[in-house]
């Protein structure tokens, strides 16, 4: 957290808990996406509970797409200028940005950029882009020396959040599909994947 020498204000990286938290984080929700679809079928991994909604691919897709937007929009960040007035704001919003994945009863339409459009057609491939983009944000994460809460861009619908925040999303954002295909799977009309597509 930064602190005041008497005019100037110091900027300091992240705090060894605040690291270790996010990788944390990183760690156990990727665990959990690639445990929830682990041995699926083609036939399962496509299917829709309803034409808007996505399927596994479409949602896998969605956090690879995701997690690469939100390292871009970080880096952005860190390139302006520190804005430590926006900090205690920011802080405010712990309970909103921890509480992310729980909160499944609001919804949030995601960004054009960040929505699926079939980009890997092929399951593992996908896998692969989800595991290769979980790697950079956990290289990031363990490695930045950033002041992370000096530098802030905003959330769809909460606003203006710091860079470490952004981070602790991206876990929690991870969660809130894991629980999303959780209900795909639930479906009633979900393939048998003892019965071959017809």
């Known amino acids: ?3 005041h020498a008497g005019r100037k204000l110091v900027l300091l990286e992240m705090e060894s808990h ?9 760690a ?5 996406l690639l445990g929830v679809v682990d041995g699926l079928t083609p036939q399962q991994w496509v299917f ?16 690879v797409l995701f997690e690469g937007f939100i390292l871009a929009a970080i880096a952005r960040a860190l390139e302006g200028p520190a804005e430590g007035e926006k900090r205690a704001l920011a802080a405010s919003k712990e309970h909103l940005v921890l509480g992310l994945a729980n909160a499944r009863s609001v919804k949030f339409n995601a960004r054009p950029a960040v929505c699926p ?26 490695n930045t020396r950033a002041a992370l809460h000096d530098h802030f861009f905003a959330h769809i619908a909460f606003g203006d959040l710091d860079c470490c925040q952004w981070l602790e999303v991206i876990g929690q954002h991870t969660l809130r599909h894991v629980y999303q295909i959780e209900e795909v799977k639930a479906d009633p009309a979900f393939p048998d994947p003892d019965c071959p597509a017809a």
Not at 48 to 63: M, T, Y
């Open 1 to 3: 957290m930064p602190i």
């Open 28 to 32: 156990s929700s990727e665990a959990r």
């Open 48 to 63: 829709r509970r309803s034409p808007e909604r996505w399927s596994i691919a479409g949602n896998v897709e969605h956090l």
């Open 117 to 142: 459009v079939g980009n890997w057609s092929d399951p593992d491939e996908l896998i692969a882009e989800l595991k290769k983009a979980r790697a950079r944000t956990v290289d990031f994460a363990a």
């Open 18 to 26: 605040e690291r270790q938290f996010v990788l944390e984080q990183l």
